[in-house]
C-alpha cells in the first residue's frame, strides 16, 4: 500500500477537488481549504479511507485529527 503523507496527496488520489467534496457531501471551497490546513475533518474518515483502501493507499489517522495513543 502506498502512504500518502499529505492532504493534497490523498486529494489528488482520490479524483480531486470535486470528487471528494462529491465523496463528502461537502462544498469544494471546503475541500481546497483542507489542502491548506493539510487536515480533514475527523466526521471523513471512514469514508474517505475506505475510498483509499480501494486505491491501495493509505493515510495517517493523524490526518483527520484523530489521537493515535501507543499500546501500554
Known amino acids: 500500500m502506498k502512504h500518502l503523507k499529505t492532504s493534497r496527496e490523498v486529494i489528488e488520489k482520490l479524483g480531486g477537488i470535486y470528487k471528494v467534496a462529491e465523496l463528502t457531501k461537502s462544498q469544494p471551497k471546503a475541500v481546497w481549504n483542507w489542502q491548506r490546513f493539510d487536515s ?19 493515510a495517517h489517522p493523524t490526518m483527520w485529527r484523530q489521537e493515535c495513543l501507543e499500546a501500554a
Open 40 to 58: 480533514f475533518p475527523a466526521v471523513y474518515m471512514v469514508v474517505m479511507t475506505r475510498a483509499l483502501r480501494r486505491r491501495k493507499c493509505w
